[in-house]
């Protein structure tokens, strides 16, 4: 499975951006996607997840401003970032999961200026 991240960017605060994360390869039985992001000198941290169809997961500080969502039919999941502040900057990775193992995506930076 090959996970290939786009749609990281500068934007300023308050401003929106669209992440992407389309896979390719084998991705029967694969349940969970999500995204993930890591800030300098912080360990990376789960954002948000969708399991299955619609089953969504967020970290606290995304709820109610990212939006997770899936497109079966282009094998692609999208992470859409609203009201976006300083401290959502960060590498933003996605993963792919299924029984027996996970598949990251090279990550795409997001950088917001206040």
């Known amino acids: 499975v090959q996970l290939q991240a786009s749609g990281g960017g500068l934007v300023q605060a308050g401003g929106s951006l669209r992440l992407s994360c389309a896979a390719s390869g084998n991705i029967g039985s694969i349940n969970i996607m999500g995204w993930y992001r890591q800030a300098p000198g912080i360990q990376r941290e789960l954002v948000a997840t969708?399991?299955?169809?619609?089953?969504?997961n967020y970290a606290d500080s995304a709820k109610g401003r990212f939006t997770i969502s899936r497109d079966n039919a282009k094998n692609t999941i999208y992470l859409q970032m609203n009201s976006l502040k300083p401290e959502d900057t960060a590498v933003y990775y996605c993963k792919f999961s299924r029984r027996g193992g996970s598949y990251w995506g090279q990550g795409t930076q997001v950088t917001v200026s206040s």
């Open positions: 969708v399991i299955g169809i619609r089953i969504t």
